[in-house]
C-alpha cells in the first residue's frame, strides 16, 4: 500500500514548475488556474501514481491530461505539444471520475 502524499517543499516546488511549464506550453496568462495532483490509482492496470494536472483557458474551458509518473520526476518532456491543446479540452457536461 502507499504511503500518505506529503505536501513537502520538494513536492510544492515540483508542483509550481509543473504549473509553469503548463502555463508556457499552451500560452497561458500567468493568472490563469492550473492545478496539478499526483494521484494514487488503485484499479488494475492503471499506473499505481500519476500526476494529473488540469488547467482552463480564458473562455473558462477546463482542460486536462495524465503523466504516468509521480509529481517529482515530471519533466518538460512529459507535457503534450502545444498544438495539442484543443485535444485536452473537456467538453461542457462531461463527467469523467478519472481526474
Known amino acids: 500500500?502507499?504511503?500518505?502524499?506529503?505536501k513537502s517543499?520538494?513536492?510544492?516546488?515540483?508542483?509550481?514548475?509543473?504549473k509553469q511549464w503548463t502555463r508556457a506550453r499552451f500560452g497561458l496568462p500567468?493568472?490563469?488556474a492550473?492545478?496539478?495532483?499526483?494521484?494514487?490509482?488503485?484499479?488494475?492496470g492503471c499506473?499505481?501514481?500519476?500526476?494529473?494536472?488540469?488547467?482552463?483557458?480564458?473562455?473558462?474551458?477546463?482542460?486536462h491530461f495524465k503523466v504516468f509518473k509521480p509529481l517529482q520526476?515530471?519533466?518538460e518532456e512529459?507535457?503534450?505539444p502545444g498544438w495539442y491543446r484543443g485535444a485536452l479540452a473537456v467538453p461542457e457536461g462531461f463527467e469523467c471520475d478519472c481526474c
Open 1 to 6: 500500500m502507499l504511503a500518505p502524499f506529503t
Open 9 to 18: 517543499p520538494e513536492r510544492l516546488q515540483a508542483a509550481e514548475r509543473v
Open 30 to 32: 500567468q493568472d490563469a
Open 34 to 44: 492550473v492545478s496539478v495532483s499526483q494521484i494514487a490509482c488503485v484499479i488494475p
Open 47 to 63: 499506473p499505481p501514481v500519476e500526476t494529473a494536472i488540469m488547467f482552463w483557458d480564458a473562455e473558462q474551458t477546463r482542460h
Open 73 to 75: 520526476e515530471v519533466v
Open 78 to 80: 512529459d507535457l503534450p
